[in-house]
């Protein structure tokens, strides 16, 4: 017993040791997928197969060779004074992976593995370590997981352990970050039907192969969808007031973001009455005491993040199996994006 301990302690001391992270660096920006780090979906292909097949029938993939081809899109650059809708900066940020080297950028994909999980270049040889070059994922000892997560997290990995962490990444775009591109160009101000369940667990974009052990592309558990769909009702929240407080005139995109505010509040307010969880309560009380209105910026980005503390929290404390008051309220298979 005694010797499984050691071995054990030894391999999270080589790892930590090996991985250590600052307590002084920053964890990833929003939205934040810097050119330089960005290794590639090819370097994902040898371990992640499955997830790789799923991914290539999905819209994001589609995206690098057909989102320049479509008349509206290319509508809408012309209207925002953009000759290539592959190098402006109000397209690549959302519709592509930048992969970039000595200065030069260039969109090497649609939305791919890094758009979502971040670039990889600082995380993945901890991602892919589980503890030494003979040790196999179903060799991994538990200390040394949850220590590999944990720094691979404190490197800049959206890891799926962390549901506000791809949350976040979903609805940074699918709010739409920019009021010139709305009320401009004429995008569309947000996906409106974007719900976090409904739309990651469908066939072409659920891609849960490693929670299943390879052997299928499992629909996450009720435990976990329950958590999902709490934090990704405040996360959408969180960005839709960040897109408010953007708001500098009277128009598509102010108005059509106070509303979808005032949307998520009432579904807010129905999940606490079947809850009722202090967190979800932090959340409307910080949306309950702001004004949805123009030129309203710091009180808009104040409420906005203490909604994001309180999904966060949500995301690392919250025991779905206690959740199954609101499971009536989840998306139905049948319901599911595909």
Request: charged share 25%; aromatic share 6%; glycine share 6%.
């Amino acid at each position: 017993m005694k010797t499984k301990q050691f071995v054990l302690a030894l391999l999270a001391l080589r790892f930590f040791a090996a991985n250590i992270v600052s307590a002084a660096e920053p964890l990833r920006g929003e939205n934040a997928c810097d050119p330089t780090k960005v290794v590639g979906h090819e370097n994902c292909t040898k371990c992640h197969k499955g997830e790789m097949e799923v991914w290539k029938q999905h819209p994001h993939f589609a995206t690098f060779d057909q989102l320049h081809r479509k008349p509206e899109a290319k509508e809408i650059a012309q209207r925002m004074g953009e000759t290539s809708i592959k190098r402006s900066k109000l397209c690549v940020n959302c519709h592509y992976t930048l992969q970039g080297e000595a200065g030069q950028e260039k969109a090497v994909a649609g939305v791919s593995c890094e758009s979502c999980h971040n670039a990889a270049a600082d995380w993945i040889k901890v991602h892919n370590d589980y503890g030494g070059p003979n040790v196999t994922k179903a060799m991994e000892p538990p200390a040394h997981k949850k220590l590999r997560l944990e720094t691979s997290i404190a490197k800049g990995m959206n890891n799926p352990v962390n549901i506000y962490l791809l949350a976040q990444q979903c609805y940074s775009c699918h709010t739409v970050p920019s009021e010139e591109l709305v009320n401009k160009g004429k995008h569309k101000a947000g996906t409106e039907a974007f719900e976090l369940v409904a739309w990651s667990q469908g066939n072409k974009t659920r891609h849960n192969f490693v929670s299943s052990d390879g052997k299928a592309n499992a629909v996450s558990p009720p435990e976990r969808l329950r958590v999902m769909y709490v934090v990704g009702a405040m996360v959408d929240l969180e960005y839709s007031l960040k897109a408010v407080a953007k708001a500098k005139e009277k128009a598509t995109y102010g108005i059509t973001s106070a509303k979808r505010v005032a949307a998520l509040k009432q579904r807010l307010e129905a999940i606490q009455a079947a809850i009722s969880h202090p967190l979800v309560g932090e959340a409307l009380t910080a949306v309950g005491n702001v004004k949805l209105k123009i030129n309203n910026e710091v009180p808009l980005v104040e409420a906005a993040e203490l909604v994001s503390a309180a999904a966060r929290k949500f995301a690392e404390q919250v025991d779905g199996k206690k959740l199954t008051a609101i499971d009536a309220m989840l998306p139905q298979p049948g319901q599911y994006k595909n």
